[in-house]
């Protein structure tokens, strides 16, 4: 099985279909748990991602948030949405098939607050120095929510059987 041909292939039907240039397949145990094409274009939905919709159903088909024991090959450098999912579902390793300056020349994302150029610079930074409004509301009830968990999981603050750098 060429996994890098099949990402290839799914992300050019996508385009075919009028979406957008990006893929993801997941392998477990040298086989194909999920994939997905980019659907923002056909859906309106910025989280449709290929690496947010192919984690999903990974997830769904495992039943569970965490992606041990998994490859995830995508067809660019994650964006970093995709990223921090990725970091989030602790795979084994990602590959990816090209990167955003390669791309560049041919497609170009930059939204009214992301720009991908800058955006690592961007999201470093302070939240109140950040493109994007933010306001902090501070309300003392916010962390009784989080206790409330911490009760719930027998004081635990960490989620049962995550896998962690520790």
Request: glycine share 8%; proline share 0%.
């Given at each position: 099985m060429d996994v890098a041909?099949?990402?290839l292939d799914l992300a050019h039907q996508n385009v075919a279909e009028g979406g957008r240039p990006f893929?993801?397949?997941i392998v477990k145990d040298?086989?194909?748990l999920a994939e997905s094409p980019n659907k923002v274009a056909?859906?309106?939905d910025p989280t449709a991602h290929a690496e947010i919709l192919a984690i999903?159903?990974?997830c769904t088909k495992l039943g569970t948030e965490h992606l041990t024991g998994v490859t995830i090959h995508v067809l660019a450098h994650p964006c970093p949405m995709c990223l921090g999912a990725l970091y989030y579902c602790s795979p084994n390793e990602v590959v990816f098939l090209t990167t955003r300056d390669a791309y560049e020349p041919h497609?170009?994302?930059d939204r009214k607050y992301?720009?991908?150029?800058t955006?690592?610079?961007?999201?470093?930074k302070p939240w109140n120095e950040r493109r994007l409004p933010m306001r902090y509301e501070p309300r003392a009830a916010a962390v009784d929510v989080y206790r409330f968990w911490q009760e719930r999981n027998g004081g635990r603050r960490y989620v049962a059987d995550a896998p962690t750098a520790h």
């Open positions: 041909q099949r990402t893929a993801t397949v040298g086989e194909i056909q859906t309106g999903r159903e990974a497609y170009v994302d992301f720009e991908l150029a955006f690592y610079d961007e999201f470093a």
